[in-house]
């Protein structure tokens, strides 16, 4: 997988944040055990994931800073960035080192999300 394709995955995590269809978004992106592990501690399954998105409100707008990509591998990558996004325009932004692991699908149609993390940076 190369760099464009991670972030062009990664983007329509994000314009799905944006537009309201988040919970659907990841609850086909994700893997089956996949996980996200909150900047306020909390990890989440998938479907926590999915329940939490389909009640919460939309962000407003997000920027990806500063991509690495990191191979684990033929099957897997981490992308790894710092990214800005606001709830509202007024709203203060959240920022926070992010970092996503994607894994191949076994059924070869795609990638899918297996571990997603972030950590609150100070601004």
């Known amino acids: 997988m190369d760099e464009t394709t991670v972030l062009d995955l990664e983007r329509a995590g994000w314009d799905a944040l944006c537009d309201g ?45 500063d991509p690495r990509l990191v191979p684990l591998g033929s099957d897997a990558v981490a992308l790894v960035y710092t990214g800005w996004a606001r709830r509202s325009p007024t709203d203060p932004p959240f920022v926070g080192a992010m970092s996503s692991v994607y894994v191949a699908s076994p059924g070869g149609d795609g990638w899918r999300l297996a571990l997603y993390q972030q950590t609150a940076v100070a601004t």
């Open 21 to 65: 269809t988040a919970a659907d978004f990841y609850r086909e992106v994700m893997t089956p055990g996949g996980l996200m592990v909150l900047a306020n501690g909390q990890v989440m399954t998938r479907d926590q994931v999915v329940d939490a998105l389909a009640a919460s409100p939309p962000w407003a707008s997000y920027q990806i800073n």
